[in-house]
């Protein structure tokens, strides 16, 4: 008999229809003969709301209090979630963060999971409870205070769950089947991968792919947890996340393109575009040593997340180049602010900020053995007409920044290029995939 | 500098903006040098939503987790709370029912309150905090659940951290002024009392009067709390309910009618009325040893509160009587099913159902050492051409059934009979008391 930890988000449980549907898929695989923890998140836009309520009462709701008024949220979920299988016969018990022993850092609003003691959930299975545990939430040793993991918190606590308690499988369930070769609602013949390595899961993750969260998939590879990532409308297998060592459950095959039969290993497991990052260029900086030092040391100072950095060899003034980086959109204006404050130290002539930019990666553990694999990239790209601003790349992924108007084609253009196009075109549901 | 315990009901936290207002008010409290302990219920419907969503989710929702479901309602509002109060620059903190160590026993729905162990409550006070705590909510230490008290569970939240403090006050705010020596809605001449006895307070409570809960009032009573009852809508000192040997905090008079000036201490306290009981009768019982017995073993069985019974000495036929009783309406029809399933053992002839009728009572701590009281109360009903139909009495307490249309103007009636009309109109606020 296994032990299978289940996350559904808020979508999944937004209103009383889905939550007891939600209750009988867990109890479909209780029936199955397994044990089950399951991870929920709050109902539907509930957290938005508590946000809302927040502010109207304070303008910077204190971080304590703000935790608590949101901890409430899965608080409401996995009651319903726990009545709703009662009722259908099961003995079920919700847990709060702090009674499944999730314990944290005291950073209220991003708290880091530092140990989780589940000799609760232990106690409940052996009663054979189905055990549903608030996601997103844990507590703080110390000042013994309600805490949250912040963003992909529930996710982060199914795999803390799974991890903690040994389970076979964390099923992480959103509303799209699994992970694709690429974003099915951008590319029509993107297939769905039966498995994916974590490192490339990670690198799609980190450009663009929204199903999985990049600190859920971090800390499952870091403990070893087996990711089913599914959807919660169908009963089809989803896509495998596997760490280092795991095989595919199903073929016991190692990581791999198992789905892509009678083919040989394809050098690149998916495409990813991300229409996030605006592009910076710091124009007419001195060509002299410790010029590019002085700009990463101020932008790193606002905290912004610098992911592609370019440096021409020549700008337009003699004797003078260009930078240019990209970086999440929100974190733009402040980084401008803090360039123009010191625009006579750095001595640079002016700034160019562009937010229309798109991103597009290719990501495939097999470029480690295979060399050429950006000319496909480059010429499909360019038999398209579409020009290339920016390159970068890592050990497994290459990352070119186009328009943002050209992102779309560009992915269908590049999937079909590495020979990634399905037969058949994906079934798309509505939503963001998480 | 005085630790003034102050309840908040739902009503008076509806939304963002009475929540601004309450916190306003409990800063004043605290800026006036006190320390402040806040009970607080949840949100507006907030409890009447969260148990809706359990019908929708489960027919007969698993207890345990009903109270998680409930006790999620006071967190949200007592963060908010606290929120406010910190966006003000007042140290605010709240506390769960556990956190608060609101012991319990392990009956969810209707916990009882075994032991109060307010550590973190005293550390945040010493801190200079104000304390926030939830309502209505506690934990089992043995199954370390959450539970929830039931029906006026803030009141007695409050109540209890009073005692456990060793509070000065304990203020519970509500829509009206204090308590009345009639309901201000039904007789507008009612005045506001200063002071009332615990035990008055309790025969008030227990006939219709709905400013405070028995349960509250008992336990204060029990653990020597001074309950101060008064309104959020104004800053007016409200009514004193004091218990065994308190006297009146501002004018330090032992409990009576401090507030009525120039007068002998009144017999009478206060007229309450309740509209919320029938009357059974049950016709023709075999007027021999054991029959009364017979009936009310079935009665209790059903989980009924009786109120009054009463035997007439002779019934229409001969060797037999009839027995009338008083009881919830709600009680009524179950009641009725057991009685009618008994008949033929019991041997009554016929039952009379009837949810038409009023109870008027007149408490006084007075009745102990003045007779005659009865009298003006008769008088005053036959004045008024109103019928009595049953009579009980207490030791400081005459009640009356009358028809449920006449208990309007008898309570008129006898509250001038009894000299209790103030010269003026009272206010009154929208809104039920609660």
């Known amino acids: 008999m296994a032990l299978i930890v289940q996350k559904f988000g808020g979508s999944s ?6 939550i007891k549907r939600v209750a009988k898929r867990i109890v479909d695989t209780r029936r199955a003969g397994n044990d089950v923890v399951v991870a929920v998140s709050a109902m539907g836009d509930t957290t938005d709301e508590l946000l809302d309520l927040a502010a109207q009462v304070a303008p910077i709701p204190a971080p304590r209090e703000l935790d608590m008024l949101l901890s409430s949220g899965e608080r409401i979920s996995m009651a319903l979630l726990a009545m709703a299988i009662h009722s259908m016969g099961y003995e079920a018990r919700s847990f709060t963060g702090s009674q499944a022993g999730m314990i944290t850092t005291a950073d209220h609003g991003s708290a880091r999971i530092v140990d989780v003691t589940p000799v609760r959930l232990r106690e409940a299975l052996d009663d054979g409870a189905v055990v549903i545990v608030a996601g997103f939430q844990g507590f703080n040793r110390d000042t013994r205070d309600i805490t949250t993991l912040g963003r ?17 499988v964390c099923e992480i369930y959103s509303d799209v089947d699994g992970i694709f070769t690429a974003d099915p609602r951008v590319v029509p013949l993107a297939r769905k991968l039966d498995t994916v390595t974590a490192e490339e899961m990670l690198e799609l993750a980190a450009n663009g792919a929204k199903v999985l969260y990049i600190r859920a998939v971090e800390y499952a590879r870091r403990h070893g947890v087996l990711i089913h990532a599914r959807s919660s409308f169908s009963s089809n297998d989803g896509t495998y996340v596997l760490g280092e060592g795991m095989t595919d459950p199903r073929t016991s095959k190692e990581s791999g393109m198992s789905d892509v039969i009678g083919m040989e290993e394809p050098v690149v497991t998916g495409v990813a575009h991300d229409l996030s990052q605006a592009k910076i260029t710091v124009v007419g900086v001195p060509d002299v040593p410790g010029s590019a030092a002085a700009i990463f040391t101020l932008v790193a100072k606002t905290g912004a997340n610098i ?13 003078r180049t260009d930078i240019s980086f990209t970086l999440p959109k929100q974190s733009a204006p402040e980084v401008l602010r803090a360039l123009t404050a010191d625009q006579e130290s750095i001595g640079y002539e002016s700034l160019v900020h562009d937010d229309q930019i798109g991103k597009l990666s290719v990501v495939g553990a097999g470029m480690r053995t295979h060399s050429g694999v950006s000319v496909t990239l480059f010429e499909a790209l360019s038999q398209a007409g579409i020009n290339i601003e ?34 058949i075109e994906a079934t798309v549901y509505a939503g963001t995939g998480r």
Chains 1, 2 share one sequence.
């Open 13 to 18: 449980v937004a209103d009383a229809e889905s």
């Open 307 to 319: 992911d592609m950095i370019v440096q021409n060899v020549q700008s337009a003034s003699p004797g």
């Open 152 to 168: 992909g918190g529930s996710d982060t606590t199914a795999v803390a769950l799974a991890a903690a308690l040994n389970a076979d």
């Open 390 to 423: 920016m390159i970068s790349t890592s050990e497994i992924r290459i990352s070119v920044v186009v328009r943002g108007d050209d992102i779309n084609e560009a992915a269908r253009a590049v999937h079909s290029a590495y020979g990634l196009d399905s037969e």
